[in-house]
């Protein structure tokens, strides 16, 4: 079986996606009967071919990216469009390619309907129209349409979580989607021997205005008049960072919050094992990424209920349907306040939930899709186990 996998984002560019991708990729190596062309993005390499394993090889896209690491913007988007699709027909032409798999409908998905090759979409989240305002006019006006094209033609379409199944359903009430979600890393986020004592509040994300983390710093400056030695550590980079630390500044909150930056992924778990709570008040999201991090390490939850936080949030913390700083302080305290055999309880459960979300069952999803599209056996069938 051989298959183009095309992604956009792949570490250090990126987020989620790349972050899935990776681990996915990983997963594959185990598997020879599957070849794998991978194209994708890189600051530093131009027409770059790298050996990600004995059967996966990786293609360096280089698309000039400068600034934020973390965020693609429109011109990044169209100049990797370009050179992916030159890039596709050349391997389609010296090989005889199985299947296509599309990380994000647009631009990827387009890409795939362009090569009269079987395919597949994974839904993301900003490629779902409306799920992201800042394209909003673009999908409106656009990407609305040529996204029910690129779901209708092609031979499955998979989102990361029911709640993103259910946005892209609004779009297109007919299209048959199935959910596989992300996975998470269990062997190397795991909890700590000796779990950080309340109230150390983390919070992992991209810094951008969908994730509203202005509304948590101003929440800490609620929980610190009743809980004095609370403490908020922020990971994470983005356009908003000047901003919100700004903010941190005019509620006087210098010594209350921590603004670590971008933290490699490999050293993270240290990060999530210094926390004994972890906050996500996103106004939108797949499935994240740094939530299934948390709970592999042990940690409880206050999160927004936006997206497939609904599905992870199930007895392991607080799930927020109206999210305000006064909600979010109101969470936070009481979690924090709560008894420790509450606590503890919220911890286990976490752990539990990680571990039925394993990257080898991810991996092992998308490897039963891929034959069952090409045995022509897809549309209704729930794939992950």
Sequence with gaps: MKIIILNYEFPP??????????????????????????????????GGKEKFSKNINVHFLNIGKKGDLHHQSNKDLLLYSAKAYRKTREIIGQQNIDLIHAFFGVPCGYIAMQMKKPYIVSLRGSDVPFHNKRFYWLDKLFLKNLSRK?????????????????????SAPEQAIDVIPN??????????????????????????????????????????????????VIAGSGKYKNELEKLTNKENLSEKVTFLGSVPHNQLVKVYRSASLFVLPSKNEGMSNTVLEA??????????????MQELCQGNGIKLSDVSEASLAQAIEKIINAPATEIETYRKRSRQMAETHSWNEVALSYKNLYQKVLDGRVKTETIFP
């Design 295 to 308: 709970m592999a390490c042990g940690l409880p939850l206050v999160v927004s209920d936006a997206g497939g």
């Design 13 to 46: 560019l990126g987020g989620g996606a790349g972050n899935a991708t990776y681990h996915i990729l990983k997963e594959f190596k185990k598997y020879p009967d599957i070849e794998i062309e991978f194209i994708t993005s890189s600051s530093k390499k131009e």
């Design 150 to 170: 690129i779901w209708k033609n092609s031979d499955a379409v998979i989102a990361n979580s029911k709640g993103l199944k259910d946005s892209a359903q609004q």
């Design 183 to 232: 996975g998470v890393d269990i062997d190397t986020f795991s909890p700590s021997e000796a779990p950080q004592k309340m109230p150390r509040i983390l919070t992992v994300t991209r810094l951008a205005e969908g994730k509203r983390i202005e509304l948590l710093i101003r929440a800490i400056n609620i929980v610190r008049k009743k809980i004095p030695d609370v403490q908020l």
